[in-house]
């Protein structure tokens, strides 16, 4: 084994659930998945942070199911690795809140 030091290492993760967009909600409710359509709130996240100049200190990442499921919505975790408190999770939809989520994000880890 050996420890690495990744670039996020000093800033933090945000986790997005792509389980949520891949199975629960077109299987739960199909009529928001066809809203959605093809747009990806991890890949949009991680161009956002990339355009804003921080993308190889903020690591944004795709998970399985966070065991926090709310109808029609994904939940988004900012994992902060430094004094800047503790972790938030939220549920979000990816259309309406992606820029309300990126700010919070660049609140968080940004700086």
């Known amino acids: 084994m050996k420890p690495v030091s990744p670039r996020w290492r000093e800033s933090g993760a945000v986790l997005v659930c792509e389980k ?21 709130l991890r890949e949009w996240l991680k161009q956002r942070c990339k355009d804003a100049g921080f993308g190889k200190r903020v690591r944004v990442i795709g998970t399985t199911c966070q065991d926090i499921c709310a109808i029609g919505a994904v939940t988004v975790t900012i994992l902060p690795v430094d004094a800047r408190g503790d972790m938030e999770t939220f549920t979000i939809d990816p259309l309406e809140d992606r820029e309300t989520i990126f700010q919070r994000i660049v609140e968080r880890l940004g700086s």
């Open 20 to 40: 949520c967009y891949k199975s629960r909600i077109p299987d739960e409710t199909p009529e928001i998945a066809e809203r959605f359509g093809d747009f990806r």
